[in-house]
C-alpha cells in the first residue's frame, strides 16, 4: 500500500508548506502550521468552452432582487429587506448569544409560507425541540435533520429542495473527500465553498452559523466571510439582556445596519425604540452627560455620552473612553485646550458611551467635548439637548452625514435644543426644536457657558 502524503496546512489562512515551519509563508502567522494528510484533488467541473459562458454585459437583464420577509423586522432590516433566494448568509456571534433561538424563531414563520429545513450539528433533535417548545413555537412545518456530514446534507437538500436551509454550525460539518477533522480550516473551507455553490444553483437561501474566536472575529479561513453574501455579527453583554445585529457585509443591501433585540424568556423580542436604551433616565439634570444622534445605517440612534473629569493623583493623567476610540480622546482633548484655551493636563478624564453602544464614526466629537467641559464646570448641559458634530484639528466643527433625519429623530423624542454644524443647518425650521448653529469648538462652548 502507498504511503500518504502529508503537507502542513495553516490554521488562519489555509495555506499549505511541503515542510513544517514556525511562521507561515503565506500569512506570515506564527506556529500555526499542522500536518495534514494530503488530498487527491479531484477536478468538479466538466470542461465548457469559454465561448458558451461569455455574454455581453449590455444584454444581461438586471431586474429587482425578488425578497421574501424573515418575519422579524429587525432581522429584515438588517437583511436590506428580507431573504434572497439563492443567497448565502453567514452569522457569528458568541456561545448562547441567541443564535440559534432567533433562526428558530425565524424559521418558525417562514415554514408558513415557504419549505424549510433546519440541520443542526451540535444539538440532537430532542434538543431542538426542546427549545422550539420552551419559546413556544408553532413548528409543525419546520422540517429538522440532525447530521453534520456534507454529502448526506447535500442528498437531502436536493431531494427536498427547501426555500430556506439553517446549517447550525459550519464548524461541525465535515467532508468524506478531506481527512481532516471537522472545524479545520480546509474543512470549514471546502464545506462552506459546496453549500454556496449548491445555493447558487438549487436557488435555496443558506443560513450558516458561524463560531468566533475569543478576539470576536469568525473562526475558520477569512476566504469564508469572501464566499458569502452576507455577514451578521450577533453582539451582546452577556450581563444585559439586549442584543446587537449588525451588518458588515451585505451585496443585496447596505452595510452597517443595526437592529436591536431583548432577550426574554420567550426568546428574542424585537425592540422598536433602540434610543430608549442608550439614554439613561436621571432624576435631574447632572454634570458630565451629554445626548448625541448617532447614524447606524439608515436608522438614527441617540446615545448618551457620559464624562468624568476629576483632579489627577498620579504624573500622568488617566485617559479612558469606553465605547469610544481612545486615541480621538486624546486629539479632542488637545484641540479643546488649543482653541478653547481649557486644559485638562492635570486632570483624570473618563468617557463612556451608555448602554454598551460602540460609537465609530466622528460625528461623536462635539458631544465628548461638550460633556468633558460640563464636567470640568460642574455644570450640567440642558436637559432636552441634543449635540452632533465632527471636530478637526483646527478647531472647526465639521458637518455630519444626514443631519436633517438625525434632527427629526430627536425632536420625535421630545428634544427641543441642538447644537449642530453651520453647514448642517436646516433650510425650514424644525417644529419644536431650537437650533443653535456653529462652526468652531469655542463658539459651541461660548454657547452653552
Given at each position: 500500500m502507498a504511503k500518504q502524503k502529508s503537507v502542513y496546512s495553516c490554521t488562519e489562512c489555509g495555506g499549505q508548506a511541503l515542510k513544517w515551519q514556525g511562521q507561515c509563508p503565506h500569512c506570515q502567522a506564527w506556529n500555526t502550521l499542522i500536518e495534514t494528510i494530503a488530498d487527491k484533488i479531484v477536478s468538479r467541473f466538466s470542461p465548457v468552452s469559454a465561448i458558451d459562458r461569455v455574454q455581453n454585459l449590455s444584454e444581461v437583464e438586471a431586474g429587482e432582487t425578488p425578497r421574501f420577509s424573515s418575519g422579524v423586522v429587525e432581522l429584515d432590516r438588517v437583511l436590506g429587506g428580507g431573504l434572497v433566494k439563492g443567497g448565502v448568509i453567514l452569522l457569528g456571534g458568541d456561545p448562547g448569544i441567541g443564535k440559534s433561538t432567533l433562526l428558530l424563531q425565524a424559521l418558525a414563520y417562514i415554514s408558513t409560507s415557504h419549505n424549510v429545513l433546519y440541520v443542526s450539528g451540535e444539538e440532537s433533535a430532542q434538543q431542538v425541540a426542546l427549545r422550539a417548545q420552551r419559546l413556544a413555537l408553532d413548528v409543525k412545518t419546520v422540517n429538522l435533520l440532525a447530521e453534520i456530514q456534507l454529502e448526506k446534507i447535500q442528498a437531502i437538500l436536493g431531494e427536498h429542495k427547501p426555500d430556506v436551509a439553517v446549517i447550525d454550525s459550519i464548524q461541525t460539518i465535515y467532508?468524506?473527500?478531506?481527512?481532516?477533522?471537522p472545524g479545520?480550516?480546509?474543512?470549514?473551507?471546502?464545506?462552506?465553498?459546496?453549500?454556496?455553490?449548491?445555493?447558487?444553483?438549487?436557488?435555496?437561501?443558506?443560513?450558516?452559523?458561524?463560531?468566533?474566536?475569543?478576539?470576536?472575529?469568525l473562526a475558520g479561513p477569512r476566504v469564508l466571510e469572501h464566499m458569502v453574501d452576507t455577514v451578521l455579527y450577533f453582539e451582546g453583554d452577556t450581563h444585559s439582556s439586549f442584543r446587537?445585529?449588525?451588518?458588515?457585509?451585505?451585496?443585496?443591501?447596505?452595510?452597517?445596519?443595526?437592529?436591536?433585540?431583548?432577550?426574554?424568556?420567550?426568546?428574542?423580542?424585537?425592540?422598536?425604540n433602540p434610543s430608549a436604551l442608550f439614554l439613561s433616565h436621571h432624576g435631574g439634570q447632572v454634570p458630565g452627560s451629554c445626548v448625541m444622534v448617532t447614524q447606524e445605517g439608515s436608522r438614527p440612534l441617540l446615545v448618551e455620552i457620559q464624562a468624568l473629569v476629576d483632579e489627577?493623583?498620579?504624573?500622568?493623567?488617566?485617559?479612558?473612553?469606553?465605547?469610544?476610540?481612545?486615541?480621538?480622546?486624546?486629539?479632542?482633548?488637545?484641540?479643546?485646550?488649543?482653541?478653547?484655551?481649557?486644559?485638562?493636563?492635570?486632570?483624570d478624564v473618563f468617557v463612556n458611551a451608555v448602554g454598551g453602544v460602540?460609537?465609530?464614526?466622528?460625528?461623536?466629537?462635539?458631544?465628548?467635548?461638550?460633556?468633558?467641559?460640563?464636567?470640568?464646570?460642574?455644570?450640567?448641559?440642558?436637559?432636552?439637548?441634543?449635540?452632533?458634530?465632527?471636530?478637526?484639528?483646527a478647531g472647526e466643527?465639521?458637518?455630519?452625514?444626514?443631519?436633517?433625519?438625525?434632527?427629526?429623530?430627536?425632536?420625535?423624542?421630545?428634544?427641543?435644543?441642538?447644537?449642530?454644524?453651520k453647514?448642517?443647518?436646516?433650510?425650514?425650521?424644525?417644529?419644536?426644536?431650537?437650533?443653535?448653529?456653529?462652526?468652531?469648538?469655542?463658539?459651541?462652548v461660548a454657547t452653552l457657558y
Amino acid at each position: 500500500m502507498a504511503k500518504q502524503k502529508s503537507v502542513y496546512s495553516c490554521t488562519e489562512c489555509g495555506g499549505q508548506a511541503l515542510k513544517w515551519q514556525g511562521q507561515c509563508p503565506h500569512c506570515q502567522a506564527w506556529n500555526t502550521l499542522i500536518e495534514t494528510i494530503a488530498d487527491k484533488i479531484v477536478s468538479r467541473f466538466s470542461p465548457v468552452s469559454a465561448i458558451d459562458r461569455v455574454q455581453n454585459l449590455s444584454e444581461v437583464e438586471a431586474g429587482e432582487t425578488p425578497r421574501f420577509s424573515s418575519g422579524v423586522v429587525e432581522l429584515d432590516r438588517v437583511l436590506g429587506g428580507g431573504l434572497v433566494k439563492g443567497g448565502v448568509i453567514l452569522l457569528g456571534g458568541d456561545p448562547g448569544i441567541g443564535k440559534s433561538t432567533l433562526l428558530l424563531q425565524a424559521l418558525a414563520y417562514i415554514s408558513t409560507s415557504h419549505n424549510v429545513l433546519y440541520v443542526s450539528g451540535e444539538e440532537s433533535a430532542q434538543q431542538v425541540a426542546l427549545r422550539a417548545q420552551r419559546l413556544a413555537l408553532d413548528v409543525k412545518t419546520v422540517n429538522l435533520l440532525a447530521e453534520i456530514q456534507l454529502e448526506k446534507i447535500q442528498a437531502i437538500l436536493g431531494e427536498h429542495k427547501p426555500d430556506v436551509a439553517v446549517i447550525d454550525s459550519i464548524q461541525t460539518i465535515y467532508s468524506d473527500a478531506l481527512q481532516s477533522a471537522p472545524g479545520s480550516v480546509a474543512q470549514v473551507r471546502e464545506c462552506a465553498a459546496q453549500l454556496t455553490r449548491l445555493a447558487k444553483a438549487s436557488g435555496t437561501c443558506i443560513i450558516l452559523v458561524g463560531h468566533v474566536t475569543k478576539e470576536g472575529a469568525l473562526a475558520g479561513p477569512r476566504v469564508l466571510e469572501h464566499m458569502v453574501d452576507t455577514v451578521l455579527y450577533f453582539e451582546g453583554d452577556t450581563h444585559s439582556s439586549f442584543r446587537l445585529i449588525r451588518a458588515f457585509k451585505n451585496r443585496f443591501g447596505a452595510v452597517n445596519e443595526l437592529g436591536v433585540f431583548a432577550m426574554t424568556e420567550k426568546g428574542l423580542r424585537e425592540v422598536s425604540n433602540p434610543s430608549a436604551l442608550f439614554l439613561s433616565h436621571h432624576g435631574g439634570q447632572v454634570p458630565g452627560s451629554c445626548v448625541m444622534v448617532t447614524q447606524e445605517g439608515s436608522r438614527p440612534l441617540l446615545v448618551e455620552i457620559q464624562a468624568l473629569v476629576d483632579e489627577a493623583r498620579a504624573p500622568n493623567p488617566r485617559r479612558l473612553s469606553v465605547g469610544l476610540e481612545q486615541n480621538r480622546l486624546a486629539m479632542l482633548l488637545a484641540v479643546l485646550h488649543r482653541h478653547a484655551g481649557i486644559p485638562c493636563f492635570d486632570q483624570d478624564v473618563f468617557v463612556n458611551a451608555v448602554g454598551g453602544v460602540k460609537i465609530t464614526e466622528p460625528g461623536a466629537d462635539l458631544a465628548v467635548l461638550l460633556a468633558i467641559v460640563s464636567s470640568l464646570k460642574n455644570k450640567p448641559l440642558p436637559e432636552k439637548m441634543v449635540v452632533i458634530g465632527e471636530i478637526g484639528l483646527a478647531g472647526e466643527v465639521r458637518p455630519v452625514q444626514r443631519g436633517q433625519e438625525r434632527l427629526k429623530e430627536a425632536a420625535k423624542l421630545g428634544f427641543n435644543q441642538a447644537i449642530i454644524p453651520k453647514a448642517n443647518q436646516p433650510k425650514k425650521p424644525i417644529s419644536g426644536m431650537d437650533i443653535m448653529a456653529v462652526e468652531r469648538v469655542e463658539e459651541a462652548v461660548a454657547t452653552l457657558y
